[in-house]
C-alpha cells in the first residue's frame, strides 16, 4: 500500500522498459511490508544532472543506475567507493548528509554464486569472453576472489589496450593478460573458469554461442562455465557447456544479487534473496 509516509526508491537507465529490478525489488519491498516503492525511471542521458537534482528535491533514497549512464554519473555524485572507482561505474546510489554516494554491487553479485561453491581463488584461472562495461566488474570480482591471472578475449586491441591501461598503477594491471578471439582454442584448456560477458546468445539470437562445440572440446570437465546472460536460461554457451560435464552458473543470481545488496544498503535490514529470485524466475516465466 502506498501512504503519505512511502519513501522512493528507483532505477533510471534509458531506456528502461526491459530492466527486471523494480519487479525483485518491490516483490522484496512487499514481503517485507516496508514503507517503500521502487519505480523505473527513463532519463535521456543530457537529462542527467537534472534528474539527479530532482531527486534530491524530492527526497529520493536511493537508486539503481543502468545504461547508459552508470559512468556518467559518477563525477555528479558527492562520493563513490573504492570499488566503483576501480571498476569505473556505478550502479547503486544512496543519500549521505554529504550528498550523494554510490557504489558498484554488481561485483558481489557476480562473486555471489561463485563463493556459495567454496572456490579457491587462488586456484582459480578465469577466462573472460567480452572487455565490456559488465567484464569490468567481472574483472574486479576475479581479482578480489585472489585470482592470479586473469585471462581477457575481445576482438578490438586498442580497447583491451585501453581497458588494461585503465587500471594502471594497480594491481589489476599486472593481473589481466589481453587475448584475441583467435587464441581461444589454445587458451581454454588452461582455464578453469570460464565466463561470457559478451551479449552473444541472448534472447532472441538464442541459438549463438561465443564458444562453439567443436573449441568446448578442449574445456576440462571440471571447469565452471559462468554466464551472464539470463534469459534464455540456460543459453546455448551454457548447454554446451552442461554437455561437457562442467559446473553451469547463469546470469540471473548475480542480478538478484547485486539487487540484494543495494535493497539492504538502501533498508539498512536483511532483504528476502529468495524472494527476489523467485519474483524473477515467475516473470521470465
Ligand atoms: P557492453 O559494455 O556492450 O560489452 C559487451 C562486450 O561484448 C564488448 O566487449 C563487445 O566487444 C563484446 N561483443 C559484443 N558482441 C560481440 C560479438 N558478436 N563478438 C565478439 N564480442 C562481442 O555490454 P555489458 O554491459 O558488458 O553487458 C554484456 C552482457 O552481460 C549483456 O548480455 C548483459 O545483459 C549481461 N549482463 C548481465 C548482468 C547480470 O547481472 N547478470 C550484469 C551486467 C551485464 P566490443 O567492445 O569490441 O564491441
Redesign the pocket.
Known sequence: MITGKTQLLGVIGYPIAHSLSPVMHNAAIANLKADYVYLPFPIPPEELGKAIAGFSAIGVKGFSVT?PHKITIMPLLGGVSDRARLVGAVNTVWRTEEGWYGTNT?VD?FLAPLKAFNIEGTKMKPLIL??????RAVIVGCAELGCKDIGVI???SN?LKELRQSWAGTSLENLMTSHT?DELPGLIGESNLLIN????G?SPHIEDT?VSEEIFERLSADAIVYD???TPRPTRFLQIARSRGATLID?LE??VQ?GAVALKQWLNQPVPVDVMRQSLEDYLK
Open positions: 545504461i554488481d553479485g567480452g572487455n565490456g562495461g559488465a567484464a575481445g576482438r578490438d580497447k578471439w560477458t559478451t551479449p552473444i541472448m561465443p551472464l546472460i539470463y546470469g548475480m542480478l547485486q
